[in-house]
């Protein structure tokens, strides 16, 4: 365990189908973001809340909708997503301004 | 603007030394941070340079030059466990963390 825990580990789902991400961090930690990672591309920065409100969305488009209920916990709503949606997707969280960010383990979706 | 450059690819022997080195441009640069994924895991942080010069922690250092835009990460004494990515992500003011592609260290026998 890091910190930093993601359910599901991994999910399929159809293009028509709703689900949600979750993260949960019990470090204190102020800052959570979520981060997609694709096959031989960068970690691609999507969305951050800093202090339960959200600061950042790297014009990712309006099928993923994000949710910080608390300091602890980080949604992520999918609705109608595309075969190119397929990734792993990494919720992290840091201390704001802190450099040493803590990763959950992520959630690998395949959209079918 | 920002760009970000690191090898794809490194390979070397168990025992060995390695660099893995990354160039940067970025607007209002703060730090450079590294990070270490293996395989199907989560990135985990590795260390942190805000000034010049190099950073050890164990069989692994991290080096910066500023007025380079210059880093590099160096494994010593490498072991088969240390076959992962590895990742700088320059640090610009508060803004988040943005990452290269990563370098991908094979170690082999």
């Known amino acids: 365990e890091t910190g930093v825990t993601q359910t599901p580990r991994h999910l399929v789902m159809g293009m028509t189908n709703k689900k949600s991400l979750k993260c949960e961090q019990h470090l204190g930690h102020n800052a959570m973001y979520w981060y997609k990672q694709s096959a031989k591309k960068p970690l691609e920065l999507m969305f951050v809340?800093?202090?339960?409100?959200?600061?950042e969305n790297n014009s990712v488009p309006s099928r993923f909708s994000p949710e910080c209920p608390n300091s602890s916990h980080l949604f992520l709503h999918l609705h109608t997503l595309q075969p190119e949606d397929s990734a792993l997707y990494l919720c992290?969280?840091?201390?704001?301004?802190?450099?040493?960010?803590?990763f959950g383990s992520g959630t690998r979706l395949t959209v079918v | 603007g920002q760009s970000l450059e690191q090898p794809s690819e490194v390979t070397a022997v168990e025992g060995a030394i390695v660099q893995i080195n990354c160039t940067y441009q970025t607007s209002g640069f703060y730090g450079l941070s590294w990070y270490q994924q293996h395989d199907g895991g989560a990135p985990t942080f590795l260390s942190y340079?805000?000034?010049?010069g190099l950073e050890e922690t164990g069989r692994f250092s991290s080096f910066l030059s500023r007025s380079d835009s210059y880093g590099y990460l160096l494994l010593q004494e490498l072991q088969m466990k240390d076959s992962a990515s590895y990742f700088c992500a320059p640090g610009s003011g508060n803004t988040p963390l943005v990452f290269g592609k990563g370098t991908r260290l094979s170690v082999i026998a």
């Open positions: 340079n805000a000034l010049d």
């Open positions: 809340y800093s202090l339960e409100e959200r600061v």
């Open positions: 992290a969280s840091s201390q704001e301004e802190e450099r040493d960010y803590t």
